[in-house]
């Protein structure tokens, strides 16, 4: 086992470097650059080409590429993201203050899809072809289909609109309460309402996927022998579907979840504008435009390693749920 | 700020630009709020109340601001709270004149070559501090050091020293007269003390840039969360505040960040927020179903969308060419069609609100048969099987190119296309990214006709950056960074426009601009398509709301809004 992680996480060596090469080159080949960003407070500014290139000159901006990729590199293994162009804070301030938020959001959102999709998965797995399941089958494909968008939009103007104040249309808590002036029930009850929303739209569109996964891999473990002969033994079906079946049934669910942790801290562009929530993915996204480089970088690579991360925590977590598995 | 919000979904950079020039902008004359509630015809009917201090106003940003540093700021969300930390030098009237703020008085030379300005006695930091000359002085030079890290350094190109005299007196030396010098130097006075222990290269990161804001203004910071919201207290202190009746009134402000535009009008309409400039396309439902809770105030944009014509591009090198595509193009039919009537078409480069417009200046009408008469005095030759004009066995074809995913944009660009075709010309529409755009095609000069917008300072200054060669001159890789995409290099223009730059005579100076626009005008290096009126949405209960010209619902004049009465 400890051969078998020494050589996974020695493998993710060279796949990250991929990695930093990749999101370096992206930026790269965007058409644009901070300077125009920063310089366009000004017209004057704009129409002097040697501010434009002063500018670019104090950033290193003008050095050959490679070496701008290595002082990067090179930076960033001394735990240094650089700086932020837009906001003039290390790149680490600027994701510290949003990273809090997209977790807050998607570890109910996560806690939510499991809890939900997996019994979802089970009962229409176990009544295949009823009525329960057609309309879990119906709900899951109408929650894939759905833009999350236009869900967000219909909530927006469905649900906050007509609550009379007690569902806010965005934002992620109200300005003044804190913990320091409020009771901690009135502050997560603030907070609550305000996740509400969300919430909603990340669930409904994340149902799809683990319920289908759910039931199909249920249906194939109701049809193995030892299920069989758990009935024929004469257990109760209950216990032969969540004690015998379920737990087989789950092992191909963990395969699918290594992007779990990335999602995490991943974010989604479009939630976290439509709800105002301050998160990861909002920030990559204002960094994008505004070719904030350093910013960018450091999320797209934040969300490969946390994706590398997950999978070899699947792997491990393999040998735990199913004793045959062995690494050597 | 609302400016922005419109212009930036058209395109990126330009936008800030005017926007920032804006934001330090207008104040108003000191007249006590309440009885000026008719400064302009939508203004509704004064309160019969008095204002009473209290209340929050909730704002929207679309956007993280970037900075609370008044000389480092460089977009207009960092505007937004710059606007009510800091106090300026100077205060503008709704004609753009100069009043006192900081600046109790000022003088020029007679050489034109030193301002002296004498600093109001008695005003204090919000930490207690008082704020005199060397706070002027440190806020100015800071700028004209080399090791400045913002975007502001030719703002101040023209100024050669700054002097103080003693603790209320400072005087500006100048290299040359400089007329737009009071806009260019009005800049929010930062405290000298607040910075002690950085040095200008290191300012942004001193607690004063960003944290812990030091300003003379009617607001002060009191909390700050990255990503949410940044809620301001009224300034009990202002300096300002006999002088407006008590004012600033309202307690706090919330400035709430609102990244997606159709989720800000659903805050708008939930009474959420308490000001907003919606899309052209959203006004006639918000003046209908929301009259009895919003208010609205119409304005015109102190600038506009037009197009650039490559003037140093066969065909268009020739003006009786860009005359045709300009008496060609169906403007009517844009704003009739594109932007629901709520937009004007501008007769020249100076919108009519400012004060060099000159008046004898008409919009074109659209005129096919004339148009087609100046292309066939150009050389042209219509070929009758394509309908399209030919020269030399060339077709008269041009490319067309402008920012993807806004609408008004893309439909600019059909109706260009189908309006020219009229004229025999044949337009290739090309949409892509902004800033691959700008990259690829604008900046090196590979177009013939591109669609921007354009935002006006206070003073008409803001043509050099249009129209002055020395804005539209390739750099070593040939690309033209300046705003004088265009390529248009008329000697006449340059002269008037440096002219003007230095001329105080308000008069001599307006001749200049009259002759500079009737040469633009003629010329026709540019398009001008159209100049929108924007309409800004302030909930009913929120009064004394000042409605600016060029500038609508600004934040500037917040000191004055008022929600509680006595």
């Given at each position: ?171 992620i808590s109200t300005p003044g309460i804190t913990f320091e002036t409020y009771g901690w029930l009135s502050v997560l009850a603030d907070r609550a309402k305000y996740m509400f929303l969300p919430l909603i739209v990340i669930v409904f569109g994340g149902l799809t996927g ?119 | ?200 290269a290191e300012m942004e990161k001193a607690p004063a840039s960003m944290d812990a804001p030091v300003g003379a203004g009617p607001y002060k910071l009191k909390e700050y969360v990255r990503g949410q919201y940044v809620v301001m207290e009224r300034n009990p202190d202002w ?271 307006k001749e200049y601009y009259s002759e500079f626009q009737r040469i633009v005008v003629d010329e026709a290096p540019v398009i001008m398509v159209y100049s929108n009126v924007y309409t800004d949405f302030v909930n009913s209960r929120v009064k004394g709301v000042v409605n ?19």
């Amino acid at each position: 086992m400890a051969r078998y992680l020494t050589k996974r996480i020695l493998n993710m060596i060279p796949l990250l470097f991929i990695v930093t090469l990749l999101s370096f080159g992206i930026m790269q080949l965007a058409p644009g650059g901070p300077e125009y960003v920063i310089l366009s407070a000004e017209a004057d500014a704009m129409s002097d080409p040697q501010q434009v290139e002063a500018l670019r000159e104090k950033w290193g901006l003008n050095d050959p590429v490679h070496i701008q990729y290595f002082r990067w590199v090179g930076n960033m293994l001394q735990g240094d993201f650089g700086k932020s162009y837009y906001y003039r804070l290390p790149v680490k301030e600027v994701l510290a203050s949003a990273l809090p938020n997209t977790i807050r959001l998607n570890f109910f959102a996560l806690v939510l899809i499991y809890a939900i999709s997996i019994p979802l998965g089970v009962i229409s797995a176990v009544r295949q072809y009823s009525k329960t399941d057609m309309i879990v089958t119906a709900t899951a494909f109408a929650g894939q289909a759905a833009p999350s968008f236009w869900v967000a939009s219909l909530l927006i103007w469905g649900v906050a609109m007509n609550s009379g104040g007690l569902i806010p249309t965005n934002g992620i808590s109200t300005p003044g309460i804190t913990f320091e002036t409020y009771g901690w029930l009135s502050v997560l009850a603030d907070r609550a309402k305000y996740m509400f929303l969300p919430l909603i739209v990340i669930v409904f569109g994340g149902l799809t996927g683990l319920t289908r996964y759910m039931r199909s891999s249920m249906l194939e473990v109701l049809r193995e022998d030892y299920v069989r002969t758990a009935r024929a033994k004469g257990l109760a079906e209950k216990v032969v579907i969540y004690k015998h079946a379920l737990r087989n049934a789950v092992l191909p669910i963990l395969a699918v979840s290594g992007g779990l942790l990335s999602s995490l801290v991943g974010g989604s562009v479009i939630i976290e504008n439509v709800f105002s929530w301050p998160g990861i993915g909002r920030v990559a996204w204002q960094a994008v435009n505004n070719r904030d480089y350093n910013v960018s970088m450091a999320v797209m690579l934040l969300s490969a390693v946390l994706t590398m991360i997950g999978y070899l925590l699947v792997d491990i977590a393999y040998v735990w749920v199913d004793p045959r598995i062995k690494y050597d | 700020m609302r400016i922005s919000r419109r212009a930036a979904s058209l395109l990126s950079l330009l936008v800030v630009a005017g926007l920032a020039l804006s934001a330090c902008g207008p104040k108003q004359d000191p007249t006590p709020p309440g009885n000026n509630g008719g400064a302009q015809n939508e203004q509704p009917a004064p309160s019969t109340g008095q204002p009473a201090v209290g209340g929050n106003l909730n704002l929207v940003l679309e956007k993280e601001p970037d900075s609370f540093n008044s000389i480092l700021y460089t977009t207009a969300y960092g505007a937004e709270i710059v606007t009510q930390l800091y106090a300026t030098l100077f205060e503008f009237n709704e004609k753009y004149e100069p009043t006192p703020y900081v600046a109790e008085s000022w003088e020029m030379s007679e050489d034109q070559l030193t301002l002296s300005i004498k600093i109001r006695e008695g005003i204090k930091f919000t930490d207690g501090t008082d704020l005199d000359a060397e706070d002027v002085a440190f806020t100015l030079e800071a700028i004209m050091h080399p090791d400045y890290t913002g975007a502001r350094a030719s703002s101040l190109r023209d100024v050669e020293s700054i002097e103080v005299v003693d603790k209320h007196n400072l005087k500006i030396h100048l290299k040359k007269p400089s007329a737009p010098l009071l806009t260019n130097i009005n800049y929010g006075i930062l405290s000298k003390e607040a910075f002690e222990g950085y040095s200008i290269a290191e300012m942004e990161k001193a607690p004063a840039s960003m944290d812990a804001p030091v300003g003379a203004g009617p607001y002060k910071l009191k909390e700050y969360v990255r990503g949410q919201y940044v809620v301001m207290e009224r300034n009990p202190d202002w300096f300002m505040s006999e002088q407006y009746g008590g004012a600033p009134f309202i307690e706090t402000l919330t400035f709430k960040i609102i990244p997606d535009s159709q989720t800000a009008l659903a805050a708008l309409q939930n009474g959420e927020i308490d000001r907003l400039t919606p899309e052209a396309s959203d006004v006639a439902m918000l003046e209908t179903q929301f009259a009895d809770k919003l208010t609205a105030y119409n304005w015109d944009r102190n600038g506009f969308g037009y197009m650039t014509l490559n003037n140093s591009k066969a065909p268009l090198d020739d003006k009786r060419v860009r005359q045709a595509l300009t008496l060609g193009l169906d403007r009517e039919a844009i704003i009739t069609g594109v932007l629901e009537d709520r937009a004007t078409i501008p007769p020249g480069p100076i919108p009519p609100i400012s004060w060099a417009y000159d008046d004898s200046i008409e919009v074109l009408e659209r005129d096919v048969e004339k148009a087609k008469q100046l292309l066939e005095e150009a050389g042209f030759v219509m070929n009758e099987s394509t309908g399209i004009y030919e020269r030399d066995g060339e077709p008269l074809k041009l490319t067309f190119f402008a920012g993807a995913g806004a609408t008004t944009t893309e439909a600019i660009g059909a109706i260009a296309r189908s309006s020219w075709k009229e004229i025999g010309v044949d337009l290739d529409v090309q949409m892509i990214d902004f800033n691959a755009m700008m990259d690829n095609y604008v900046a090196p000069g590979k177009f013939d006709v591109t669609f921007s917008a354009f935002n006006l300072g206070l003073d008409p200054d803001s043509m050099f950056n249009l129209f002055h060669s020395s804005a539209g001159q390739p750099d070593a890789n040939g690309n033209v960074l300046g705003f004088n995409r265009a390529r248009f290099y008329n000697d006449r223009v340059d002269e008037l426009l440096e002219k003007a730059r230095e001329e105080f005579d308000p008069e001599k100076r307006k001749e200049y601009y009259s002759e500079f626009q009737r040469i633009v005008v003629d010329e026709a290096p540019v398009i001008m398509v159209y100049s929108n009126v924007y309409t800004d949405f302030v909930n009913s209960r929120v009064k004394g709301v000042v409605n600016f010209p060029g500038f609508g619902a600004t934040s500037d004049y917040i000191y004055r809004w008022y929600i509680n009465e006595k």
